[in-house]
């Protein structure tokens, strides 16, 4: 079974920078497209940004503009780079290995106003 452990997480003020990274144990890393989700309190699981395994990214409307994912291949590494976060982006954030059912534990982000 593939092992995802996120880091990264933790406690900023609005318009604060947090950079999560996802380390995993798959081999064959390069050869998956890879997202990262979050979920806040009472709330259900939602996409939050995917990059492909041309590296190409895509983003929810919501993070948009100040939110970059990004993958070090040679590392086996993902990363989702959080810049202007709002009290809104509080959540675990999980990263997962898109069509595999492979998930990370989570890493708590909390966003004070």
């Known amino acids: 079974q593939v092992q995802l452990v996120e880091s990264g997480g933790g406690w900023v003020q609005s318009g604060g920078s947090l950079r999560l990274s996802c380390a995993a144990s798959e081999i064959f890393f390069s050869n998956y497209n890879m997202a990262w989700y979050r979920q806040a309190p009472g709330l259900e699981r939602e996409w939050v940004a995917r990059i492909y395994r041309n590296s190409a990214t895509i983003y929810a409307d919501s993070v948009k503009g100040r939110f970059t994912i990004s993958r070090d291949n040679a590392k086996k590494t993902l990363y989702l780079q959080m810049d202007r976060l709002k009290p809104e982006d509080t959540a675990i954030y999980y990263c997962?290995?898109?069509?595999?059912?492979?998930w990370g534990q989570g890493t708590q982000v909390t966003v004070s106003s």
């Open positions: 997962a290995i898109e069509g595999t059912g492979s």
